[in-house]
């Protein structure tokens, strides 16, 4: 703008600073481009032998995993267009909670195969036309792929829920999946109720303690706490017990006041007062037949005195939500105040322990009779950021789990469901005559990208196994997968290697609808960032500063 002229256009309509990008060129080839950038990140983490990233967030904590929920999580995308594939993946953690990792890498494939139309002169929105033909046509075909008898099956049957799992769980920890499907298949069925389908992903906790190996992992029926009970009563078996949200302290007096005092005799009166009051409180609670005291906040040195005259265990849990998960477990009310309890309120556990498991030491509340309503998975391992992978694979099983829990239908996995529909779409692109017809044949091939990205990530020769595949199938055996461990194709119902339907359905859908979305934009226009400069800047003078 060297010569004072008057902003013309969009400039004249848009405050200064904005940023407006439109065309083929500029937008939607560089949204694309975005697209393909992430995707390329979290498909080399495809599969059982998928590698790990090793993401430092924002707060400087590390993260080593190959999670992709976990690493689009951490790695805060500012591209507008990627982010939209980041929402389609956080769609599928939240309603599978696994094949995040399949939606974006299959998204960015989708755009990938686009961006090629985009150049041969196809207009996008004869693409998006073709997708989506594409993508109803998947589904069709998704369902002719199920295995038979598997939509009628028993969620407490350890070695179908094993079956159904093991998929899942071998592609965060490929070779340890035998172990930890035992441990979340068993930690599951416990915990799984009358009817299924009210299946509570929260009920299974998850309990990280260094030290030890995967094999020292247990299932314990009830909670694990991380800390020590106060106090010097460290065990009791089948008892009472009584729930403070507040926390059992002395200055629970509803009102501040100012007292005068004007004589050391008052003085003395005064503390032997509030002493009989404690006194009286924990007697109470005593008397309501209640051996253990949980405390949600401070618990006084005086209560705490009282408590041991009277035999009281006392434990402390600091967060609501375990207090919350903790009274579930034991089928506690938690009492607001220190008061004497109803016979209703107390809860009953069948043993609070305090062990010592690897240096930590922990309180673990068993309660196998009444209808244990939590299970604890008790994992060791030799290093923070493995205990933290482990805890995400046992995610992923228990969320794979809940999803088998409403529709247990499966499909062959190791790539041969994928195969079958880019097959079966090829076939199906032939009989269009539109030019949707060159996306629906991209939409094919762009399930290559399973196959492929599994055998490179296994070292194998990708355009050699994917022709096999091929033929395989063509030829019937629509069961046709990729055994990674014998680098050939084989029967994978052999190797019982499934996927669940439902988690290859929503990834395949949020993949299609996320990449037609990106397809749909024609134009950028970035309005100028409100706020003083740049965040750098700013980190650079204000280093203490939190992001917020």
Request: hydrophobic share 40%; charged share 25%.
């Amino acid at each position: 703008m060297g010569f004072n002229l008057q902003p013309y256009g969009i400039q004249s309509m848009l405050k200064e600073g904005h940023r407006h990008l439109s065309g083929l060129d500029e937008a939607v080839l560089k949204n694309v481009d975005a697209c393909k950038e992430l995707s390329d990140i979290t498909r080399t983490s495809l599969g059982p032998n998928g590698r790990n990233k090793l993401v430092i967030n924002h707060l400087d904590k590390q993260f080593v995993t190959s999670d992709a929920g976990t690493i689009v999580n951490e790695l805060e995308v500012q591209h507008p267009a990627a982010k939209l594939l980041v929402l389609a993946s956080k769609a599928q953690q939240e309603e599978i909670g696994d094949g995040a990792n399949l939606t974006i890498s299959f998204a960015g494939e989708l755009l990938r195969g686009a961006e090629e139309l985009i150049r041969m002169g196809l207009h996008p929105s004869e693409i998006i036309i073709g997708y989506t033909k594409a993508i109803k046509k998947v589904v069709e075909i998704l369902e002719e792929l199920v295995e038979e008898g598997s939509e009628k099956m028993d969620v407490r049957n350890m070695d179908e829920v094993i079956s159904r799992m093991k998929a899942a769980v071998a592609s965060k920890q490929f070779g340890q999946e035998d172990t930890l499907c035992k441990l979340i298949a068993d930690a599951c069925i416990q915990v799984c109720p009358k009817n299924p389908v009210n299946f509570n992903v929260d009920n299974v906790r998850v309990a990280k303690i260094l030290g030890g190996g995967l094999h020292n992992s247990s299932v314990v029926r009830g909670m694990v706490l991380k800390n020590d009970a106060v106090g010097s009563i460290k065990r009791v078996e089948k008892a009472k017990v009584a729930v403070f949200a507040q926390g059992v302290d002395t200055s629970a007096t509803e009102t501040k006041g100012t007292v005068l005092i004007h004589s050391a005799q008052q003085l003395e009166n005064y503390s032997k007062t509030e002493e009989a009051r404690v006194e009286e409180l924990i007697k109470a609670v005593a008397d309501s037949g209640a051996k253990v005291i949980v405390s949600g906040g401070a618990v006084g040195d005086m209560a705490l005195h009282f408590c041991e005259r009277y035999k009281l265990m006392v434990l402390k849990i600091s967060s609501k939500f375990e207090l919350r998960r903790f009274c579930r477990t034991t089928g506690a009310v938690a009492i607001l105040k220190l008061s004497q309890p109803n016979p209703d309120d107390l809860g009953y556990v069948d043993s609070i322990a305090v062990q010592e498991i690897g240096g930590t030491t922990v309180t673990v509340v068993r309660n196998e009779e009444s209808g244990n309503s939590v299970t604890t998975v008790l994992l060791r391992g030799s290093t923070d950021s493995i205990l933290d992978d482990l805890e995400r694979a046992v995610d992923d099983g228990v969320n794979t789990y809940k999803a088998m829990c409403r529709d247990s239908r499966i499909v062959p996995g190791a790539a041969a469901a994928e195969i079958e529909l880019a097959r079966r779409l090829k076939e199906f692109s032939f009989k269009e005559t539109g030019l949707d017809q060159y996306a629906i044949a991209k939409f094919a091939e762009s399930f290559e990208m399973v196959p492929r990205t599994l055998a490179e990530n296994a070292g194998l020769d990708a355009m050699q196994i994917i022709s096999s595949l091929y033929s395989e199938h063509s030829s019937g055996n629509t069961k046709v997968g990729i055994d990674l461990e014998e680098g050939a194709c084989t029967d994978v119902s052999a190797l019982s290697i499934w996927d669940l339907y439902v988690t290859k359905f929503f990834a395949l859908k949020y993949a299609a609808d996320a990449a037609c979305t990106v397809l749909r934009v024609d134009q950028i226009i970035m309005a100028k960032p409100a706020g003083g400069p740049r965040r750098d800047m700013a980190a650079a003078a204000g280093a203490g500063m939190d992001e917020d």
